[in-house]
């Protein structure tokens, strides 16, 4: 047997693992492959559908319809070996046809491949039954890869679907099931951009909820699957390196950036207002027709990364707003919706409770006193309290005692004795001082864990006249 024959006929197995093709088209490009035969002039691949009915997948030329499918009728087996078919009554001179049968496995689909002839004369015809039999082990290769390729696609349909339903159980206590008329278009907007794959910008205060309704965003959305990568503008040098990547040089090896690292996901950008004017230019291309170059290169590359920008409710910077295809989410902050704080306590106190084993609650009054603060540090701000009162709330009912000081009204204040009050003050400054050290004097971090602005962390350290070791060395 010649193996280039053999070689040519099974070329169309190197698509066989790319299941998003079909098992139709690996079929037919079978079909494609054997009309270089020499002997062959029809052939048919029939197989069992869902009601064990023989169908025809695939043909080339003519071939006897009724003759193959009455042989189909007959499952085949394992280990039946190629067979030789004639018409009733057919004379000497007609044309048999050859016949193999197909069997991929237990529950799989089967059926038989059909043909004419394949070497032709002076070939004798065990040749052609041999070889049919190798191509019909091909074929069940095939009907195999397909069938686990479905299953992997249901499987990842479930995975989805189950994975959406966690989504949305989130989705409906992100910023609680509160009764603010704010809500309604914010998750309206959120379900649209999950349905889009356009990039977003979502403005707002900080602490307000923007990277948890992008992060929703993503979860909601087909990429949920891939990667979330998240970036922050402000945390250091080399913004466009870190985004777009380096091109290979004498001295250093190219390496990609986040763009390429998070390809066919979601790349969040925050705090986007604060790109440099250069980056900006890049990203403003980027978003236009998904292309870029890397830092010291001159290819350009596609990407597939989608990107969510933070802002501030003041917005983007001129290059990036200009952005014909970016939708914009405005995020309420939480003094603008008073309604919803609440809700948000019972939420985040049955959350805690449920970690903890302590379920709190609050007093009236210490729920009015709340629900008239302004609450600067937002929906972070609230977490921050409900974590800090688990753990110094002497009771399980919160009172107006247990709330911080700076978040009371002049009059809700209780009254604090001399003694009192230096070792709050003592303990307020060992807090402050506390959260620097662990963030190494970066005041907007040390702020946002104790859920304070920059202004009120500004007038503590001011306040208690607190100091690096190395300032107070130099």
């Known amino acids: 047997m010649d193996v280039s024959v053999v070689r040519r006929a099974l070329a169309c197995l190197e698509l066989a693992p790319d299941t998003g093709r079909?098992?139709?088209d690996l079929l037919v490009r079978l079909m494609a492959a054997l009309a270089d035969m020499p002997g062959l002039s029809s052939a048919a691949v029939v197989l069992a559908d869902a009601d064990h009915a023989p169908s025809i997948r695939a043909q080339l030329g003519a071939p006897d319809v009724g003759l193959l499918l009455r042989a189909a009728l007959e499952r085949g087996e394992a280990d039946?070996?190629?067979r030789i078919l004639r018409r009733p009554g057919a004379g000497p001179a007609e044309s048999p046809l050859l016949a193999a049968p197909v069997f991929a496995g237990k529950d799989m689909p089967w059926g038989w491949l059909f043909v004419d002839g394949l070497f032709g004369a002076p070939a004798p015809i065990e040749d052609d039954l041999r070889l049919l039999g190798l191509l019909a082990e091909a074929v069940a290769a095939m009907v195999r890869v397909a069938a686990q390729g479905r299953e992997r696609g249901d499987d990842l349909a479930r995975e989805v679907a189950f994975l959406r339903s966690k989504v949305s159980l989130r989705y409906q206590h992100v910023f609680s099931e509160g009764s603010s008329p704010l809500l309604v278009p914010l998750r309206a907007a959120v379900d649209r951009a999950a349905l889009s794959d356009g990039p977003v910008a979502l403005l707002g205060e900080d602490g307000c909820g923007r990277g948890v309704l992008a992060r929703l965003i993503h979860d909601l959305s087909p990429r949920a699957l891939r990667l979330f990568s998240v970036f922050d503008a402000?945390?250091?040098?080399?913004?466009?390196?870190r985004l777009f990547g380096g091109s290979r040089s004498l001295d250093?090896?190219?390496?990609?950036g986040l763009i390429e690292e998070t390809d066919g996901g979601t790349l969040l950008i925050e705090k986007a207002h604060r790109l440099p004017p250069e980056v900006c230019e890049r990203l403003g291309r980027y978003l236009a027709d998904g292309s870029f170059t890397r830092l010291g290169g001159g290819r350009t590359?596609?990407?597939?990364?989608?990107l969510l920008l933070t802002a501030p409710p003041q917005g983007l910077g001129s290059e990036l707003a200009a952005t014909p295809n970016l939708a914009v989410i405005r995020v309420p902050s939480l003094r603008e919706r008073p309604e919803d704080i609440p809700a948000l306590l019972d939420h985040l106190l049955s959350l805690g409770s449920a970690r903890d084993g302590r379920r709190l609650s609050l007093t009236p009054k210490a729920l009015k006193?709340?629900?008239?603060y302004d609450w600067p540090g937002n929906i972070h701000e609230l977490r921050v309290l409900v974590s800090r009162l688990a753990v110094t709330a002497p009771d399980d009912r919160i009172d107006i005692a247990d709330i911080p000081p700076e978040m009371l009204a002049e009059g809700e204040r209780p009254p604090v004795l001399p003694e009192?009050?230096?070792e709050l003050r003592d303990m307020e400054r060992q807090q402050v001082l506390s959260?620097?050290?662990r963030h190494g004097w970066v005041q907007s971090r040390a702020a946002r864990e104790l859920g304070l602005t920059l202004r009120q962390i500004g007038y503590r350290i001011r306040k208690y006249g607190l100091a690096r070791d190395e300032d107070e060395n130099a």
């Open 234 to 241: 402000a945390a250091g040098q080399q913004v466009a390196l």
């Open 22 to 24: 079909g098992l139709d």
């Open 301 to 306: 590359r596609v990407g597939r990364s989608r």
């Open 369 to 372: 006193a709340l629900e008239t």
């Open 420 to 422: 009192d009050a230096a």
């Open 435 to 437: 959260a620097l050290t």
């Open 80 to 82: 039946a070996p190629p």
């Open 252 to 256: 250093k090896p190219g390496a990609p």
